[in-house]
């Protein structure tokens, strides 16, 4: 009995043995978690957010370029095309997919959701993750992917628990929802959910709908595993699974559901790179100009601003939808313009081709000169420290290459050298549209391909003007001499004397339809480009005030001051040529072009506000009556097609233009421009409130029509202009003028030339002035 008793005894012994390990292992691991949440709230295991940190966590920030109308016109970033969006940016479904998906007890837990913790502890995680909303976002803010390693692995979780109820004070649960949407990396450089919207279905995220909505979220579970463009298939399933847990948690029905299930991805994707998109040529001024502003202004610390990473957003004057309507223009134009000179320029037609009036020898220097000049040629010679003997020879080695053509990129295999001259036979063009009251820039196409093609033909481009520099000497006569577009001069070549303007020979003009004799008025004249009255007019007034009106006028560019610039010789820029017209449009006020309105750091806090640069140059009645005299041009000059139309369905034309279907009726001033070989064409088009200017030709003027059918400024430059023009009237959101040009209330030079009755004093002032001028 007393054995019994011992043995009973030693048994309860034991089992209490065992309890009071079960409790000392128990409050043991509870006090060892505890220690390891705690030093790791110390930083024990590496370093912790403080609330500074948390109030603003380090993100890469995309910087934004805006347009006036408000769209996202392009974005500077090097890896992270991020602009954060708020919460009220999300549509409710979009929220609802997230939730019901990844944590749907997110507004009842504080960061750490209990029951999904057990539940991954008890299963060993074959039930799912318990990672909250809170915790994910810890992730992705401070420590990225879990590592391999158990212990790491589990100092990470004590890490991210913590962070995440830190998160959880510091942030409301619709902060934490648009901060997790902001930072998650949706691939394809679509980094945040803005971009994600943008990328994948062209549009804002308020706009996405259910299905796309789910499909995104659905991009949270692995987005380089569910990339759309690469695993479509996959993807549809994983969006199905969200729409899944959007009925299993009440958000849509049964029905909605099923229906969406059965629908295709229907991606829209629109890639966001610096090559891609509208308004590239732009973007990539504003790109220096941006660089140069970032050196003149630093920030409060002395640090420089990041134009890649602080999130700025830059407000443009750029309108996305008159942009749009160039580039769309010169989409239309240009190709077919290119098939004309291509069907040209075939061997058995031009043996040179692209190139006119030079002989090999002269092609051959040509073509070195353009290999020294080559990025190609800069790459191996700096980069690569290649001997040009070497650099030389790779010249003529096959390689293989994406060449550009107006029928899509070809993959093919070319010498380098045989690329260049194939190049050489595109032709470019350079367009700008501005409201000449404000100097707001409205549209910038720099060229016909941004990727191919990266020589900016707005501002970098410099090229002879032709007879759109005509206006100049005309305002400047009308100024001086206070002539009327109804008075006239003879049409009989004029010689100006060796010496007499610093020109040391003799220059005479001569018109280039070789036709001469009667009298013109100004207003035929300068409609015809009759070059023997411009050279008359230069003649009086001298090359200097001309000069000096063109510089007023915001011409930058140095120019000779000798007779011939009268007929276009000097070498300006789209950009120059639009700022000067805009002064006759706005009155004889000058605007300095203005691209840029403000720019504001993440915060919203603005770091620049542009000040507007304006001065007199003209008096209105100048400005007027030069207005006046280029309305001619559109009337019964030059630009008269601009008021046909004709489609162009006859052969001589059939290959080249669009033809002239514009059917314009409202008042138009504007200059069509030629130089003398037909290697630069140009038009200049005005309404009262939009300037707008183009210019076409080829890289080398060698390079150009053969004859003035096509390779005249009304041919080649005027049909972009029209088309684009045609574009903003059907858009009457836009406010473009269909009014005429406002008349000054006092108006001394008459300007109806059907009822002209000159004033006989300034007539006979004329007469002296002017050997030859008839009034009428």
């Known amino acids: 009995m007393a054995k019994k008793a011992a043995s009973k005894k030693q048994e309860t012994n034991d089992f209490s043995k065992y309890i009071r390990w079960f409790w000392i292992v128990f409050l043991g691991g509870i006090l060892s978690i505890g220690l390891i949440f705690l030093l790791a709230s110390w930083g024990v295991f590496g370093e912790m957010p403080d ?19 408000g769209k996202t016109l392009g974005k500077f970033y090097f890896d992270d095309n991020r602009t954060p969006v708020d919460y009220s940016e999300l549509p409710k479904n979009l929220v609802d997919a997230l939730i019901a998906t990844e944590d749907a007890r997110f507004y009842d837990h504080s960061g750490i959701d209990a029951r999904g913790t057990l539940r991954a502890a008890i299963k060993l995680g074959s039930g799912g993750g318990a990672s909250t909303i809170s915790q994910q976002l810890a992730k992705q803010l401070f420590h990225g992917e879990g590592s391999k390693n158990i212990i790491e692995r589990v100092l990470q979780k004590a890490k991210e628990w913590i962070i995440a109820t830190r998160l959880e004070r510091q942030y409301t649960k619709e902060e934490i929802i648009a901060q997790y949407f902001n930072i998650y990396d949706f691939g394809n450089n679509a980094d945040g959910i803005r971009s994600a919207s943008r990328i994948y279905f062209g549009k804002e995220p308020q706009d ?10 659905g991009m949270f579970k692995n987005s380089s595993l569910y990339n ?26 049964e029905t909605v559901k099923d229906s969406l299930q059965k629908t295709e991805l229907d ?37 420089k601003w990041s134009l890649y990473n602080d999130g700025l957003k830059i407000y443009t004057t750029i309108d996305s939808r008159m942009q749009q309507y160039a580039e769309d223009a010169v989409q239309k134009h240009m190709p077919r313009l290119q098939a004309e000179f291509d069907h040209q320029n075939t061997p058995d037609r031009n043996p040179t081709a692209p190139f006119l009036e030079l002989d090999l020898d002269e092609i051959d220097a040509l073509m070195k000169r353009s290999m020294r000049q080559s990025e190609r040629w800069r790459h191996m010679k700096y980069d690569l420290k290649k001997s040009d003997k070497e650099i030389i020879e790779s010249f003529d080695k096959p390689t293989q290459m994406e060449v550009f053509s107006w029928k899509g990129e070809i993959d093919t295999i070319m010498k380098p050298i045989d690329s260049m001259r194939y190049y050489k036979s595109f032709l470019h063009t350079g367009m700008m549209s501005m409201d000449p009251q404000t100097g707001h820039v409205k549209a910038w196409v720099g060229g016909v391909n941004y990727k191919h093609f990266q020589y900016d033909h707005v501002k970098q481009g410099k090229r002879q003007v032709g007879s759109t520099f005509k206006p100049f000497v005309y305002a400047t006569a009308i100024d001086q001499l206070h002539l009327s577009p109804c008075d006239t001069l003879p049409n009989t070549q004029i010689t100006i004397e060796a010496n007499k303007y610093g020109n040391p020979e003799p220059w005479t003009a001569k018109n280039s339809d070789g036709k001469y004799g009667g009298f013109k008025t100004l207003k035929n004249a300068l409609a015809n480009s009759t070059n023997t009255i411009t050279a008359r007019l230069m003649d009086k007034v001298g090359p200097q005030p001309v000069i000096d009106m063109a510089k007023n006028l915001g011409v930058e560019e140095e120019i000779l001051p000798v007779p011939a610039i009268a007929l276009g010789t000097p070498d300006l820029s789209v950009y120059e040529m639009v700022a000067a017209y805009s002064t006759f449009a706005n009155k004889g006020v000058y605007n300095k072009p203005v691209l840029v309105t403000r720019i504001e750091d993440k915060n919203g806090t603005v770091l620049f506000q542009f000040t507007p640069e304006s001065k007199d140059v003209l008096s209105e009645e100048v400005a007027y009556v030069t207005v006046n005299l280029m309305e001619g041009v559109t009337q019964g000059g030059s630009g008269t097609r601009l008021r046909h139309t004709w489609a162009g369905n006859t052969q001589v034309y059939k290959e080249i233009i669009t033809g002239y279907p514009y059917g314009f009726d409202n008042p138009i001033a504007g200059k069509t421009g030629t130089t003398q070989n037909q290697s630069d064409g140009w038009f200049m088009g005005m309404v009262p409130n939009l300037v707008t200017g183009v210019w076409v030709g080829a890289e ?50 008459q300007v109806d030339c059907d009822n002209y009755q000159p004033d006989e004093g300034a007539s006979q002032s004329i007469d002296e002035d002017l050997d030859g001028v008839i009034n009428f």
Request: aromatic letters at 10%.
């Open 208 to 217: 996405l709908n259910l299905k796309e909505s789910a499909m995104l979220v």
């Open 267 to 303: 991606l829209d994707y629109t890639p966001e790179t610096h090559n891609a998109g509208i308004a590239t040529y732009f973007r990539e001024y504003l790109r220096d100009f941006m660089k140069q502003w970032i050196k003149d202004n630093p920030k409060p610390d002395g640090e």
């Open 228 to 253: 759309p463009r690469r695993n479509p298939v996959g993807v549809k399933n994983r969006r199905n699974v969200v729409l899944a847990q959007m009925n299993k948690y009440e958000f849509i029905d």
């Open 51 to 69: 609330h500074t940190v948390l109030e603003n966590p380090k993100t890469n920030l995309a910087t934004e370029i805006i347009s006036s109308d």
């Open 700 to 749: 080398d003027r060698a390079a150009h029509f053969r004859h003035i059918t096509y390779g005249q400024g009304a041919s080649m430059a005027l049909p972009i202009w029209g088309l684009y023009m045609k574009s903003c009237y059907e858009n009457p959101e836009l406010g473009i003028s269909k009014g005429n040009f406002e008349k000054p209330n006092e108006l001394s030079i």
